[in-house]
């Protein structure tokens, strides 16, 4: 539409100038209120009245919440970014007509980077079948794509610091790899919906949409992912907080570790169970984690009780009820559960 | 008279971008008549990956995000 491209070309890169020096602005003020948290803290917390176990319970939130909520910003932000160069569309290009094996690790390890939420979870399950990509790597993506993303490395990697958060990665790609291995030797397909299983290799032309973005464009996603999962998960950062604190400054050290330490063997399986019907966001189970693990609770059981809550949710199951039937949700959980088990145990042995 | 379809099922963002998609309509005054695909069955022929999208005249125009006002309002318009 403009007359004259050139000089179209040099206002359009003016503007796009604007939004990259306002996201090096928002980084410093982010370093300078990040690096002042704890003072910060001690402060508000200097200011109330009360006796030193509310103290300790008002310091773990007062200093939790803006951490974390700070942390998640931040990751969201360019995990938002990182997402405007991986569509769905061309994760599915690479993983088509792969064998198993190299499938599924490749699946396990796109599925930490690409786009992905639970409430898209069938679209994209059918369109992976469409394009040919086998059953297993399939599920070895949607296993590892809640669990083992970005979010959740960089979080846990600034709560727990880098040995955790590593051991959490390698992990959780190892139970999407051999889930979706197992799920492709059973030969499930018969566990399809019938219409599903129709669909199965009939490659149509995607509608991939070949957007060019300019930075503008990938700065306005970075802040559009923040805001809808910020401002969605916060609820969830506070409750999770709040119930860490109560953790820290009241419950005895003594019977947490009695009952998630390293001696109760049972407390693993047992977390994992109780994580199945709840629903939050990694953000949210992680000042739980932190509070749990500081009152002598096993790394492991702690990991296993994590991983539960964020690879097996109950609403995704439900959503997945469409095109699955229900004994290969049964085999899916079944598989998934048994390798946060298992991997709880590893944990608790090794660390 | 414009097709304008939303795809998705349920989600937060899908009808964010339904309620945007009314308002651009409105606002431009284009004639369409806008419906919400919630049915899984009925989105797949679309071979839309991630939700939610925009079909405009069968013709799939956005996928996975939800554009502001303003890129709806040229969407709609063109």
Redesign the interface.
């Known amino acids: 539409m403009s007359i004259d491209p050139a000089k179209d070309n040099e206002s359009s890169r003016q503007s796009a100038m604007i939004p990259i020096i306002g996201v090096f602005v928002a980084a410093l003020c982010w370093i300078l209120l990040y690096t002042h948290l704890e003072s910060l803290a001690d402060l508000a917390v200097d200011l109330l009245p009360g006796h030193s176990r509310a103290r300790e319970s008002m310091h773990f939130f007062v200093y939790e919440v803006p951490k974390v909520i700070l942390l998640l910003t931040a990751i969201v932000f360019v995990m938002g970014i990182i997402h405007t160069f991986i569509?769905?569309?061309r994760t599915?290009e690479i993983l088509a007509e792969r064998p198993a094996g190299t499938g599924n690790a490749l699946a396990a390890v796109l599925g930490m980077v690409t786009?992905f939420?639970s409430?898209?979870a069938?679209?994209?399950f059918?369109?992976f079948l469409?394009a040919g990509v086998p059953l297993g790597v399939t599920f070895s993506f949607l296993i590892a794509a809640p669990m083992v993303d970005g979010v959740a490395l960089f979080l846990l990697l600034g709560m727990f610091g880098w040995r955790i958060a590593v051991t959490y990665i390698l992990l959780g790609f190892l139970i999407a790899f051999v889930s979706g291995l197992v799920i492709e030797r059973l030969k499930m397909e018969h566990a399809l919906e019938e219409?599903v299983r129709e669909?199965q290799k009939t490659p149509?032309?995607?509608?991939?949409?070949q957007q060019d973005h300019s930075w503008r464009d990938r700065i306005r996603?970075g802040l559009?992912s923040v805001r809808?999962i910020v401002g969605?998960v916060w609820v969830f950062i506070v409750l999770g907080v709040g119930a860490g604190s109560i953790i820290h400054g009241y419950v005895p050290r003594e019977f947490m570790a009695g009952i998630m330490g390293e001696e109760a063997w049972w407390s693993v399986p047992a977390a994992v169970l109780l994580g199945v019907p709840m629903y939050t966001n990694i953000a949210g189970i992680l000042p739980v984690a932190e509070a749990l693990i500081g009152k002598g609770a096993a790394i492991g059981t702690v990991m296993a009780f994590m991983m539960s809550v964020i690879a097996l949710s109950a609403p995704e199951m439900i959503?997945l009820r469409?095109?699955l039937k229900p004994r290969l949700i049964a085999v899916f959980a079944t598989i998934v559960a048994s390798g946060i088990v298992i991997v709880g145990f590893v944990f608790n042995l090794l660390l | 008279m414009k097709n304008i379809k939303v795809l998705?099922?349920?989600?937060?963002?899908?009808n964010k971008l339904e309620t945007l998609v009314r308002r651009a309509v409105e606002e431009t005054g284009t004639d369409a008549e806008i419906e919400k695909i919630e049915d899984?069955?009925e989105?797949?022929p679309?071979?839309?990956?991630?939700?939610p999208?925009l079909v405009i005249d069968e013709e799939?125009?956005?996928?996975?995000?939800?554009p502001s006002l303003d890129e709806l309002k040229k969407l709609i318009t063109s």
């Not at chain 1, 149509?204 to 949409?209: D, F, K, Q, Y």
């Not at chain 2, 679309?46 to 939700?51: A, D, E, K, L, Q």
């Not at chain 2, 799939?60 to 939800?66: A, I, S």
Request: one cysteine or more.
């Open positions: 569509s769905p569309e599915r786009p939420c409430c898209s069938v679209p994209l059918i369109g469409q219409w669909l149509s032309p995607a509608a991939a949409l996603e559009d809808s969605k959503i469409k095109v | 998705g099922s349920g989600c937060a963002r899908c899984i069955r989105i797949t679309y071979n839309v990956m991630s939700t999208a799939v125009k956005v996928t996975g995000t939800v």
